[in-house]
């Protein structure tokens, strides 16, 4: 990604002139001519004329003036406010140029900041949204079992059809996000070495509790700064004594994960 930009002045939301405007009056200062100028920026004359008419009339006070004719005939040069602004406005175009070049040398870090944002702006019924890249792909017959890494290092298994990862397009090292839903999450506090059947379980501590009439809402903070919502019935609650800072699992399976890329 390269970055790029031009400098437009305005005045009360009209538009005096940008760069082409601007090499325009510089060239009448350089050739004391409305023709020359026209043809040293690739103008027509009339064309160069109204823009010049149209900037005299925006900038309230004439910025080309005609010359009084002389031994060699009259001409056409710049006022001193015409002067004030061609300087100004270099100034300031090459302040912009030097911004934007900044910017561009941290084009990476900016292009993965605007897949960010487009996510952050993603809606979505599911309260947890997890973003990542494809660690492991194995595909199957019918159906392709994804594995997705996400902040602090931890790993989100899913199932979803050969055809859904196919137009996907993934494949190890892709970018993609994951959606699960609170209601398919079950919360554990004391598996020890329980095995289960259910490929996920990412484990953390019980940040906040949202009791209800009759579910509550668990917010688990996970290792690397994550966070994972699960809703439970507030007796189930009551009977994990949910605390915040408790050590608690979310546990769900991989037929519940929703895969998605970045459009």
């Known amino acids: 990604m390269e970055l790029q930009g031009n400098v437009w002045l305005t005045i009360d939301g009209q538009k005096l002139g940008g760069q082409d405007r601007v090499a325009l009056l510089a060239a009448v200062a350089a050739t004391g001519s409305i023709t020359a100028a026209a043809k040293t920026v690739g103008m027509s004359y009339k064309g160069a004329w109204d823009a010049i008419e149209a900037m005299n009339n925006l900038a309230g006070e ?142 953390g501590k019980v940040s906040r509790v949202l009791p209800g009439a009759v579910n509550t809402e668990v917010s688990i903070e996970l290792p690397g700064g994550g966070t994972i919502a699960a809703i439970v019935t507030r007796d189930s609650g009551e009977a994990l004594a949910l605390a915040v800072g408790a050590e608690t699992s979310a546990i769900f399976k991989a037929s519940s994960v929703i895969i998605g890329t970045p459009a």
Not at 90 to 110: G, I, N, T, W, Y
Not at 135 to 149: H, I, P, T
């Open 62 to 203: 004439p910025l080309v003036e005609r010359a009084a004719g002389g031994k060699g005939g009259g001409g056409t040069r710049l006022t001193g406010r015409g002067a004030q602004l061609v300087e100004n406005f270099r100034k300031v175009d090459a302040a912009h140029r030097e911004f934007v070049a900044h910017l561009s040398a941290q084009s990476h870090a900016l292009a993965d900041d605007f897949l960010l944002l487009q996510r952050m702006k993603m809606k979505t019924s599911a309260r947890n949204q997890f973003s990542g890249k494809v660690v492991s792909l194995k595909r199957g017959a019918v159906n392709d079992e994804v594995v997705l890494e996400i902040v602090g290092g931890q790993h989100i298994v899913a199932t979803i059809t050969r055809d859904s990862s196919h137009s996907l397009g993934l494949d190890v090292g892709v970018e993609a996000f994951a959606l699960i839903k609170a209601s398919s999450i079950v919360v554990a506090t004391e598996l020890g070495d329980v095995k289960l059947s259910a490929r996920n379980r990412l484990s």
